[in-house]
């Protein structure tokens, strides 16, 4: 499963550090407690046994990644079954190091992938935010800097009114829905 959040954006020549990725203390442990009772997590029992956390090359244009060594088909069956799921491989971006809140939430996100909930659905946000929230724009300098990345290689550097002709600056990645200065609609 990939992390989805860089928008296809460039993180750019990150290097790979020589120490492996760090799992913070309680980090596994809250999440699958917070797991529990969720039917979809079918790997859950095995699951902190059978990760291994390595770096994404510094390239890489996703922030996170889950790798299920079993091919796809032996992945079904042992879903079906609710047997151990094998070696699962977790890459992080080094990137997520200058951000220690998106790192816990990438993590996060991928080892509930591992655990078993494949799919990204509001059941998968709802426990990634309660394990390990995202950080808001402004407490993250990573989400500013990919912001920025964006907006840099976009278009539209500008947005225009047509009603009143105000024309200002882009600073947000979405379209805005009302003028900044007569508030109809665009």
């Known amino acids: 499963m990939e992390r989805k959040g860089a928008g296809g954006l460039s993180l750019g020549s990150v290097p790979t550090p020589s120490t492996p990725p760090h799992r ?3 980090l596994f442990e809250a999440a699958i ?6 039917t979809e997590a079918v790997f859950r029992p ?3 046994d059978r990760i291994t956390v390595i770096w994404l090359e510094g390239e890489e244009k996703r922030l996170g990644m889950t790798r299920f060594e079993e091919g796809p088909n032996e992945l079904a ?6 047997l151990d799921p094998g070696e699962v491989t977790i890459g992080l971006h080094p990137i997520l190091l200058e951000d220690e809140r998106m790192y816990a939430h990438t993590l996060v996100h991928e080892f509930l992938h591992a655990a078993g909930l494949t799919a990204h659905s509001a059941d998968h946000d709802a426990l990634t935010h309660s394990v390990a929230p995202a950080p808001s724009f402004k407490e993250s300098p990573l989400l500013q800097r990919m912001r920025d990345g964006v907006l840099g290689k976009a278009s539209k550097q500008q947005w225009t009114c047509g009603s009143c ?3 200002w600056k882009r600073t947000t990645v979405r379209r805005p829905t009302r003028c900044h200065k007569c508030a109809r609609p665009l």
């Open 24 to 26: 913070p203390d309680g």
């Open 33 to 38: 407690a917070a797991l529990s009772g969720t």
């Open 46 to 48: 095995w699951i902190e």
């Open 77 to 82: 069956r042992r879903r079906r079954l609710r």
């Open 165 to 167: 002709g105000y024309e």
